[in-house]
């Protein structure tokens, strides 16, 4: 199972790391030997937050990334290698896919920026899905005990079995991780119309109450205009 490593950057010291346990919700899952990982959290305002995930050389790690709550729906993203150098960097982005080919072994750190944002804190979902260091399924491990029977005897030998079920596993992985995606999306556009509901209800009464107020007015005026209290003598 992949583990990923936090550290929060904060003024608020042990505060904050207490804020952020009590804050972050998150689910880190995986299958078999599958190092890929996917994690929910709650960014808040004018902090920053970064995660660690373990690359080897010439493998391949693909992170995806998306806001699916807060004002703007937008934060800073940064990849950094092992020693240190950037990466990747985005400014106020709301969502993005990168492929990083690592090319030293190490952790690899993943930051998540909001400190532009004084007052609004924002829910971030990632994916990081790792390939090429050992994670896929099959191999002589998987069967152990087992051995190559004879070709005349089967009609698939061994390693084609193994082959299919590896192809098998891989494309349901991907579609799981297609789901977890848009899932993420589906909450993100969720939260945009409960939020875009609630200004448009929010205006809509104000806009009545405004044309009571002006319809009170006018008739007001009016009845102003012939209430003549003037003394007629006959």
């Keep these: 199972m992949a583990v990923l490593r936090v550290r929060i950057s904060c003024r608020g010291g042990l505060l904050g790391l207490a804020v ?5 919700t998150g689910s880190v899952q995986s299958s078999g030997q599958s190092q890929d990982s996917e994690f929910t ?35 800073d993203f940064t990849i950094l290698s092992p020693k240190g150098v950037r990466l990747i ?3 106020r982005r709301s969502d993005g896919l990168h492929v990083v080919e690592p090319m030293e072994e190490g952790d690899y750190e993943i930051c998540f920026d909001n400190s532009f944002s004084r007052f609004s804190e924002k829910m971030v979902f990632f994916e990081i899905i790792i390939e090429g260091q050992g994670g896929d399924v099959g191999g002589d491990d998987e ?8 070709g005349s005897l089967l009609e698939y030998k061994l390693d084609d079995i193994r082959e ?16 977890t995606v848009l899932r993420a999306f589906e909450a993100r556009d969720r939260n945009l119309l409960e939020d875009n509901l609630w200004r448009v209800s929010f205006w809509s009464c104000a806009s009545v109450l405004v044309m009571l107020c002006v319809a009170l007015t006018q008739v007001y005026t009016v009845r102003k205009l012939f209430d003549d209290k003037r003394r007629v003598c006959t």
């Design 164 to 179: 299919s079920m590896d192809s098998l596993h891989r494309r349901l992985e991907r579609s799981r991780q297609m789901q």
């Design 20 to 24: 952020a346990f009590l804050c972050c």
């Design 89 to 91: 960097i985005e400014s």
């Design 143 to 150: 069967f152990p005990g087992l051995e190559e029977p004879d």
């Design 41 to 75: 959290f709650l960014l808040p305002a004018g902090r920053s937050e970064c995660f660690y995930q373990t690359a080897v050389k010439n493998g391949t790690m693909e992170v995806e990334y998306q806001v699916i709550a807060g004002a703007g729906m937008d934060v």
